[in-house]
């Protein structure tokens, strides 16, 4: 397993449970994008035009939340904050409430589950809302879990399943012919495997022996900001989001406010703008935010693929099986991405579920080239 993130912690998880011999290689496992996220399950909020094939996908991984949460609890023995308290979108303006009309007109020709509200319904929903604001849209599916309770959770549960976890950095696939064999540390060293999966997120297209072609995926940067408040008086009891921002509320007091989405390479760095919106677009919506302490502002590269679907499936030489591309999902499809790769693993065919995002759409090659397909 190269890459050591929820997706890639998920898979081999998942995989050890079906009795395979598992080890994942990351330079920091369970950092990166998972440690930068904001942990929403959104499949409802965050569908867009055009993707309605990701959108099935989306919402199958959504009914899988709760018994994923649940397993991975009793695997780990520790929480993952998971939470169905829905998402509500509400508009600033006379502009933005159009802009919401739109969207949700959209999402009940998608058969979605949405209820529109007045500006009043709003706020007695959540009080502190601004009192400027015009209308909402509440989508009761749309949940969230703590990203980084379930990154360390995760962790524990490979630990107990056997996975071996090894800090360094792969430099390369080791090929013989057309098959994998196995990878090559960066520090020289050879770890022999069946199969490789590419789970490494924006950096998986940058992999010695893996052609960029093959897995066409960038990275997105996004800067999100973490605010604390007493537990006792939440800001908010589920997910606020705007146009242009999300506020996300944690139970222990913790308030996540993001994202930007910025085409700027592997660039890492917060900048003061980015704050600076954020908190502006964020108090617009909910006044009380100036109450709250700024505790840490982060950066995550989301990896973005193409069209803004996963990558998932066999791809290159026979062995090497992709999973990345998850851009603004990743955290909400873990379940259905782990699922799907680790029966791939197994049985050596592609689960329908996933067929329709074969890493060959881009190329040209055809769904499950370089390995078995169903």
């Given at each position: 397993m190269v890459g050591g993130g929820?997706?890639?912690?998920?898979?081999?998880?998942?995989a050890a449970q079906a009795g395979l011999s598992v080890?994942?290689?990351?330079?920091?496992?369970?950092?990166?994008?998972?440690?930068?996220?904001?942990?929403?399950?959104?499949?409802?909020?965050?569908?867009?035009?055009?993707?309605?094939?990701?959108?099935?996908?989306?919402?199958?991984?959504?009914?899988?939340?709760?018994?994923f949460a649940a397993a991975?609890?009793?695997?780990?023995?520790?929480?993952?904050?998971?939470?169905?308290?829905?998402?509500?979108?509400v508009a600033r303006d006379t502009d933005d409430n159009a802009a919401l009309e739109d969207l949700y007109q959209f999402q009940l020709r998608c058969g979605l589950r949405v209820e529109r509200l007045r500006s009043r319904e709003c706020r007695q929903l959540e009080p502190g809302l601004a009192p400027s604001i015009r209308g909402g849209v509440l989508a009761p599916g749309d949940?969230?879990?703590?990203?980084?309770?379930?990154v360390e959770a995760l962790l524990v549960a490979c630990q107990r399943a056997d996975v071996r976890l090894v800090e360094g950095r792969v430099a390369e696939l080791a090929v013989e012919g057309d098959r994998v064999t196995g990878v090559v540390l960066g520090d020289g060293?050879?770890?022999?495997?069946?199969?490789?999966?590419?789970?490494?997120?924006?950096?998986?297209?940058?992999?010695?022996?893996?052609?960029?072609?093959?897995?066409?995926?960038?990275?997105?940067?996004?800067?999100?900001?973490?605010?604390?408040g007493p537990a006792d008086q939440p800001l908010c009891q589920r997910n606020v989001r705007?146009?242009?921002?999300?506020?996300?509320?944690?139970?222990?007091?913790?308030?996540?406010?993001?994202?930007?989405?910025?085409?700027?390479?592997?660039?890492?760095?917060?900048?003061?703008?980015?704050?600076?919106?954020?908190?502006?677009?964020?108090?617009?919506?909910l006044p009380d935010v100036a109450e709250l302490q700024l505790a840490e502002t982060v950066v995550g590269l989301r990896p973005g693929s193409p069209d803004n679907a996963p990558m998932l499936g066999t791809a290159g030489p026979e062995g090497l099986v992709v999973?990345?591309?998850?851009?603004?999902?990743?955290?909400?499809?873990?379940?259905?991405?782990a699922d799907a790769i680790a029966e791939l693993l197994a049985t050596g065919r592609v689960p329908e579920l996933i067929a329709p995002f074969t890493p060959g759409r881009f190329a040209g090659a055809p769904a499950g080239a370089g390995g078995r397909r169903s």
């Open positions: 929820v997706i890639g912690l998920g898979i081999a998880w998942r080890t994942v290689v990351d330079q920091t496992p369970g950092q990166g994008a998972s440690w930068a996220a904001a942990g929403m399950l959104a499949p409802v909020t965050e569908v867009h035009y055009g993707e309605r094939p990701l959108l099935a996908l989306n919402l199958e991984a959504a009914a899988r939340w709760p018994s991975v609890e009793d695997a780990a023995g520790r929480p993952v904050g998971y939470r169905p308290a829905g998402t509500l979108a949940h969230q879990v703590d990203n980084r309770a379930l060293e050879r770890l022999a495997a069946g199969a490789a999966v590419l789970a490494a997120g924006c950096w998986s297209g940058g992999l010695g022996g893996v052609a960029a072609e093959v897995v066409p995926v960038r990275p997105v940067k996004g800067q999100l900001l973490y605010l604390r705007g146009l242009e921002v999300y506020v996300v509320p944690r139970g222990d007091g913790r308030v996540v406010v993001g994202a930007t989405v910025e085409e700027q390479g592997f660039d890492t760095r917060v900048t003061a703008g980015a704050v600076g919106d954020l908190l502006r677009a964020a108090l617009e919506l999973a990345t591309g998850h851009y603004r999902n990743g955290i909400l499809l873990t379940p259905v991405t």
